[in-house]
């Protein structure tokens, strides 16, 4: 049985190249696809020695479930880091580190959407638990464009124990709920800092909301009472961006 797996979309095949080269063993291209954003994917896979070949797109349509934009690679299996692997994270990591935990967030599309807002807001790492968590899959690496390459996912099997570890180490976490009285534009966010959004509709666990230091939430005035958490987590991961801004 074969250990690879296929993954898809210019942008997640051409992050991989550019990152983790040994990992893509195989790319096949729809015939006729040679239009100039494929370029680059072209002279890093000619660069790393990787075997292309042309395909009908009826049959790349076959293998995988998604938008592959005429491009599909079979790779190396994904890499989800353990826990023993933050304290590097956070030792490579310049200035006050960022984190961003996703507590129980299972729709791949929204982890695929965290990474990327992750990857542009410089956090170290993005930790979920083992159970009940969208992990790497095609999908995921095909909606973060590149950024499931770049920011480590960190898998943990006791969440509430993590952030405890964290705290000890001088992270603050801060958490949002809707019930928080602080909006998120008011708490500071310029040390260092572990964002916990929870799931849609449940929202953060009791016990994730027990060990975070703040609860935070974003002004709505509207109709709806919340946003899409991938949307929610690129607000507020920006918002420690702005705060941490150094003035010109």
């Known amino acids: 049985m074969s250990t690879l797996e296929k993954i898809y979309g210019v942008h997640a095949i051409e992050a991989l190249l550019r990152h983790h080269p040994k990992r893509v063993?195989?790319?096949w291209l729809s015939e006729g696809r040679s239009e100039p954003r494929l370029q680059a994917l072209l002279s890093l896979a000619a660069q790393h020695r990787v075997t292309l070949e042309h395909a009908d797109r009826k049959e790349l349509d076959g293998w995988v479930d998604g938008v592959h934009q005429g491009v599909v690679a079979d790779v190396s299996p994904s890499q989800v880091?353990?826990?023993a692997m933050l304290e590097e994270l956070l030792e490579r990591a310049e200035g006050a580190p960022l984190l961003l935990v996703l507590d129980g967030v299972t729709d791949p599309h929204n982890l695929g959407a965290c990474l990327r807002s992750a990857d542009a807001a410089g956090v170290a790492a993005v930790i979920v638990p083992k159970d009940k968590s969208a992990t790497l899959t095609p999908v995921v690496r095909k909606v973060a464009c590149?950024?499931?390459e770049v920011v480590p996912l960190v898998a943990v099997?006791?969440?509430a124990r993590t952030l405890?570890?964290?705290q000890q180490r001088g992270l603050w976490v801060v958490g949002t709920a809707g019930e928080a009285t602080t909006l998120i534009y008011d708490q500071d966010l310029?040390?260092?800092l572990v964002m916990v959004m929870g799931a849609e509709g449940k929202g953060m666990r009791r016990l994730t909301r027990e060990h975070c230091d703040y609860l935070v939430k974003l002004p709505m005035a509207g109709s709806v009472s919340s946003l899409n958490v991938s949307v929610a987590a690129?607000?507020?991961l920006f918002?420690?961006?702005r705060q941490r801004r150094v003035p010109a």
Do not use: D, F, M, S
Request: aromatic residues 4%.
């Open 25 to 27: 063993k195989h790319i």
């Open 81 to 83: 880091w353990g826990e």
């Open 146 to 148: 590149g950024a499931a």
């Open 157 to 159: 099997t006791n969440l």
């Open 164 to 166: 405890e570890k964290l």
């Open 190 to 192: 310029k040390g260092p």
């Open 234 to 236: 690129g607000v507020c």
């Open 239 to 241: 918002e420690a961006v």
